[in-house]
């Protein structure tokens, strides 16, 4: 992204890089959707012995990261991330902890963090409902208090990787308004079915509530606090995934280029001919908007700043759109071998695509936008 990297956040960005490029490679993303695996568990905890999972969580709940700006840090590990469409659940499982830390009742979570951090246990973030997007005010899956315990009831849609995750973070509504609640996945009334997709190793379930009885102490957030700790989730995952989203579009630039010098068509490399020149130098204006976007968002979020919200929907608005269309210049630049099942464009372009339409589409964000600035 762009901003000056530090010379500890540099060896962390070259450490992650090799770490993926020795174990998530494109040839094991690959492996991985053959044999139906989201992700290795094995793989992950690794991950998380690097830090991915403690760089978000407050210093309090034993958290830490590189340069004391915990968010940057995480964009690198999600920018290199993109560069490979590795697997994992890294915005959800993220959003999760970071969450926890910052509850009112942390206490209460503490051996779950722990958990998190050191990559024993995978959470997820379950948000949306059925015909419903991104906007919390859709919730419509139910919290009903019953002595010293909740009873949940519902479905929550599109979850990332709730097959693979031992706890999910549920929002949900009740008589005073919005709550969040930390749910084991493995609880009597509560299914899982897997959903289909495009991305080949970024799985999602549909999970349904028939009653599932949680202690009182799940509770993450309640009353006016919810809101608040939604939208900065939400800022969070989106930040991330713009990351990922810019190194997508990175290396498939990067590797289209490559081909155009090697590829000849009437005695000639590709990238000879004017015209298609003119069409790199608008892909490459794009993608160093989305860099820029990017960063300006991940700094707003980082500092919580005021601004944050329209930062974050100006970075996603943009960068969901441009990353596929860019994609899908490069496919055609590629000529034929760009649409067959072999060649490794389609990869980023399936991962491009749920990106775009998770945490709220190009154009959602753009009515947000509107909303923001009073339009």
Same mark, same amino acid.
């Given at each position: 992204m762009e901003f000056e990297l530090t010379p500890d956040q540099e060896l962390f960005r070259g450490t992650t890089k090799d770490f993926l490029e020795k174990e998530s490679s494109l040839e094991k993303v690959r492996e991985l959707a053959e044999n139906g695996k989201g992700f290795d568990r094995d793989w992950w905890q690794r991950g998380a012995n690097l830090g991915w999972m403690s760089m978000l969580v407050s210093e309090k709940s034993g958290g830490d990261s590189i340069s004391g700006a915990g968010l940057l840090d995480m964009a690198i590990v999600a920018e290199e991330m993109g560069r490979l469409v590795s697997p994992g659940p890294l915005v959800v499982a993220n959003v999760v902890a970071a969450a926890l830390s910052e509850s009112s009742n942390v206490s209460a979570h503490v051996k779950t963090i722990e958990q998190l951090m050191a990559g024993d246990a995978v959470a997820t973030y379950a948000m949306c409902e059925i015909d419903r997007g991104w906007d919390p005010a859709g919730t419509q899956l139910v919290a009903t208090s019953d002595?010293?315990?909740?009873?949940?009831?519902? /479905?929550?849609?599109?979850?990332?990787?709730?097959?693979?995750?031992?706890?999910?973070? /549920?929002?949900?509504?009740?008589?005073?308004?919005?709550?969040?609640?930390?749910?084991?996945?493995?609880?009597?009334?509560l299914t899982i079915t897997p959903l289909t997709g495009i991305d080949l190793v970024r799985r999602y379930s549909q999970v349904s509530f028939d009653g599932v009885r949680i202690p009182s102490s799940a509770l993450v957030f309640s009353g006016d606090?919810?809101?608040?700790?939604?939208?900065?989730?939400?800022?969070?995952?989106?930040?991330?995934?713009?990351?990922?989203?810019?190194?997508?579009?990175?290396?498939?630039?990067?590797?289209?280029?490559?081909?155009?010098?090697?590829?000849?068509?009437?005695?000639?490399?590709?990238?000879?001919?004017?015209?298609?020149?003119?069409?790199?130098?608008?892909?490459?204006?794009?993608?160093?908007? +989305?860099?820029?976007?990017?960063?300006?968002?991940?700094?707003? /979020?980082?500092?919580?700043?005021?601004?944050?919200?329209?930062?974050? +929907?100006?970075?996603?608005?943009?960068?969901?759109?441009?990353?596929?269309?860019?994609?899908?210049?490069?496919?055609?630049?590629?000529?034929?071998?760009?649409?067959?099942?072999?060649?490794?464009?389609?990869?980023?372009?399936?991962?491009?695509?749920?990106?775009?339409?998770?945490?709220?589409?190009?154009?959602?964000?753009?009515?947000?936008?509107?909303?923001?600035?009073?339009v």
């Open positions: 002595g010293d315990e909740v009873v949940l009831t519902g /479905v929550k849609d599109r979850v990332e990787s709730a097959e693979q995750s031992e706890f999910m973070l /549920v929002t949900a509504r009740r008589d005073d308004g919005l709550a969040q609640y930390l749910v084991p996945a493995d609880l009597p009334g606090e919810t809101e608040q700790a939604i939208e900065r989730q939400l800022q969070i995952a989106i930040v991330l995934q713009c990351a990922e989203l810019v190194g997508v579009i990175g290396r498939v630039l990067e590797d289209t280029l490559q081909w155009m010098f090697d590829r000849y068509s009437f005695g000639r490399p590709l990238a000879s001919y004017q015209a298609l020149k003119h069409r790199v130098a608008d892909m490459k204006m794009w993608l160093e908007a +989305s860099q820029g976007t990017t960063a300006a968002a991940a700094r707003a /979020v980082q500092n919580r700043s005021p601004e944050a919200a329209e930062l974050v +929907s100006i970075a996603k608005s943009y960068i969901g759109q441009v990353a596929t269309d860019i994609i899908q210049d490069c496919v055609q630049l590629h000529g034929g071998i760009g649409i067959t099942w072999e060649h490794d464009i389609h990869l980023y372009l399936r991962r491009a695509t749920v990106n775009r339409v998770s945490w709220g589409t190009p154009s959602e964000h753009r009515e947000r936008l509107a909303t923001i600035i009073g």
